[in-house]
T-cell receptor
Framework: NAGVTQTPKFQVLKTGQSMTLQCAQD?????MSWYRQDPGMGLRLIHY???????DQGEVPNGYNVSRSTTEDFPLRLLSAAPSQTSVYFC???????????FGNGTRLTVT | QQQVKQSPQSLIVQKGGISIINCAYE??????FPWYQQFPGKGPALLIA?????SEKKEGRFTISFNKSAKQFSLHIMDSQPGDSATYFC??????????FGAGTRLTVKP
């Protein structure tokens, strides 16, 4: 049972480049979400999904796109990377809205 | 603006002491209040959670106190141990909207 798997673990991008952060869970959870973690800011919600085909914006959605074509996968796309997107990104999933969030181990992204 | 405000930013406690971390929220629609613990290089993991119809919940050395009228909740770690040294996040959620987190508290327990 792998839980929530994020790839890659580390990534360096140049300004303007695009990339996709991958997230997969094997717990058949309906809820999935993406957070970014910055020093002194805690975890801020980027986008979330309550099931396949349904996504919604969180607190800081600008510059990011998501889609949810299957229950298992929830990729996060950076359309045109900016230095302000340098952060640690966490994907999480949960069974229901008052169930615990299960986090992946994060992707550390640096944009130069 | 941050929907959940957490303090202090950092906390140093002697082994065996009590660690106390406080959180406050504005939105009375929040109905689930968990605390997460994060070690370096790892994602956060659920420590303990409470719903607003309960004023206190205890699990081992960890206790959540909840004050609905003041819109505040706190985490107490009794008999703090060096292994408790980590970053702690309070959080709150409502309906189908996903969880909102506080800024985090870095706890150091000195031996």
């Amino acid at each position: 049972n792998a839980g929530v798997t994020q790839t890659p673990k580390f990534q360096v991008l140049k300004t303007g480049q695009s990339m996709t952060l991958q997230c997969a869970q094997d717990m058949n959870h309906e809820y999935m979400s993406w957070y970014r973690q910055d020093p002194g800011m805690g975890l801020r919600l980027i986008h979330y999904s309550v099931g396949a085909g349904i996504t919604d914006q969180g607190e800081v959605p600008n510059g990011y796109n998501v889609s949810r074509s299957t229950t298992e996968d929830f990729p996060l796309r950076l359309l045109s990377a900016a230095p302000s997107q340098t952060s640690v990104y966490f994907c999480a999933s949960r069974r229901g809205r008052t169930s615990p969030l299960h986090f992946g181990n994060g992707t550390r992204l640096t944009v130069t | 603006q941050q929907q959940v405000k957490q303090s202090p930013q950092s906390l140093i406690v002697q082994k065996g002491g009590i660690s106390i971390i406080n959180c406050a929220y504005e939105n009375t629609a929040f109905d689930y209040f968990p605390w997460y613990q994060q070690f370096p290089g790892k994602g956060p993991a659920l420590l303990i959670a409470i719903r607003p119809d309960v004023s206190e919940k205890k699990e081992g050395r960890f206790t959540i106190s909840f004050n609905k009228s003041a819109k505040q909740f706190s985490l107490h770690i009794m008999d703090s141990q060096p292994g408790d040294s980590a970053t702690y996040f309070c959080a709150a959620s409502m309906g189908d909207n996903d969880m909102r987190f506080g800024a985090g508290t870095r706890l150091t327990v000195k031996p």
